[in-house]
């Protein structure tokens, strides 16, 4: 079973924000590095941003200053704030763990269902 749920995605304007969340079950959530990775519709899978036990963050040129990830470590949580939405971030986003702590594509678990985000006027 993959402990991993993303949800918060949905259809939105240009310029418009959402709020991801990713809840992962199992134990030791505070010890290691997350991540959020989206895929584009036709593309590959990729990294968008991490974020260390210590709530290090490294972020994609494609969504600094945009794109926040933050983490609960008390909740297991995981979030993504994303704000000014583009046309480009129209993608599947799923967050996973990482083996890495800085911004390498290193995803631990087998991927969660994703949710959809749908940046569109």
């Known amino acids: 079973q993959v402990p991993l749920v993303e949800s918060g995605g949905g259809l939105v304007q240009p310029g418009g924000s959402l709020r991801l969340s990713c809840a992962v079950s199992?134990?030791?959530?505070?010890?290691?590095?997350m991540a959020w990775y989206r895929q584009p519709p036709g593309k590959a899978r990729e990294l968008v941003a991490t974020?260390?036990?210590?709530?290090?963050?490294n972020y994609g040129d494609s969504v600094k200053g945009r794109f926040t990830i933050s983490r609960d470590n008390a909740k297991n949580m995981v979030y993504l704030q994303i704000d000014n939405l583009k046309p480009e971030d129209t993608a599947v986003y799923y967050c996973?763990?990482?083996?890495?702590?800085?911004?390498?594509?290193?995803?631990?678990?087998?991927w969660g269902q994703g949710t959809q985000v749908t940046v569109s006027s």
């Open positions: 974020i260390t036990s210590g709530g290090v963050t």
């Open positions: 996973n763990r990482n083996l890495h702590e800085g911004l390498v594509f290193a995803p631990y678990h087998d």
């Open positions: 199992g134990s030791g959530f505070r010890t290691y590095p």
